[in-house]
């Protein structure tokens, strides 16, 4: 899995699945993310880095094997193991980016985030009140994932 994570607002990316990341993979990875962001704006080739820098973002690299050097990175794996793929047998490449794909919207829209005040990165609605009583559940990959939202009266 490739992807990207903005450490300011958690929000991730992701890039795409592959078993064999190779430079020009990669690079159009990059390529494929800035057209996706728009405004927003070994296998890491120079030509991967001159994609960000033309776009102005700095790309900063950190010592192999080193995870305390990139802790929001090593933190966000984490979670991704321990809420789907610990729990779940992916059966091949297009499996893992599809469920990928859709644990990604749930992070990034619906899940709290403690460095957030436990708000997720890009809501897709406004946080519910504490006035409504009744709430609906809706399961996410099979039901390995609940949101919880207000139920419309």
């Not at 300011?8 to 990316?13: A, C, E, K, N």
């Not at 990341?21 to 991967?48: H, I, K, S, Y």
């Not at 504490?130 to 994932?145: A, F, K, T």
């Given at each position: 899995?490739?992807?990207?994570?903005?450490?300011?607002?958690?929000?991730?990316?992701?890039?795409?699945?592959?078993?064999?990341?190779?430079?020009?993979?990669?690079?159009?990875?990059?390529?494929?993310?800035?057209?996706?962001?728009?405004?927003?704006?070994?296998?890491?080739?120079?030509?991967?880095?001159?994609?960000?820098?033309?776009?102005?973002?700095?790309?900063?690299?950190?010592?192999p094997a080193c995870p305390?050097?990139?802790?929001?990175?090593?933190?966000?794996?984490?979670?991704?193991?321990?809420?789907?793929?610990?729990?779940?047998?992916?059966?091949?490449?297009?499996?893992?980016?599809?469920?990928?794909?859709?644990?990604?919207?749930?992070?990034?829209?619906?899940?709290?985030?403690?460095?957030?005040?436990?708000?997720?990165?890009?809501?897709?609605r406004p946080s519910p009140?504490?006035?409504?009583?009744?709430?609906?559940?809706?399961?996410?990959?099979?039901?390995?994932?609940?949101?919880?939202?207000?139920?419309?009266?």
């Open positions: 899995m490739f992807f990207v994570l903005e450490v300011s607002t958690r929000d991730v990316h992701i890039l795409g699945t592959t078993t064999h990341p190779d430079g020009p993979w990669t690079t159009q990875q990059a390529r494929n993310l800035l057209m996706d962001l728009g405004d927003r704006a070994g296998q890491f080739t120079a030509a991967f880095d001159v994609v960000f820098a033309s776009v102005g973002i700095e790309v900063v690299t950190i010592p305390r050097a990139n802790c929001y990175a090593e933190r966000f794996i984490g979670t991704v193991r321990r809420d789907v793929t610990d729990r779940l047998l992916i059966f091949g490449e297009r499996h893992l980016h599809a469920v990928l794909v859709r644990y990604i919207a749930h992070y990034n829209q619906r899940r709290p985030h403690r460095a957030l005040q436990l708000v997720s990165p890009r809501p897709d009140s504490e006035r409504h009583s009744q709430v609906h559940r809706r399961q996410i990959l099979g039901g390995l994932i609940n949101e919880y939202e207000p139920a419309v009266a």
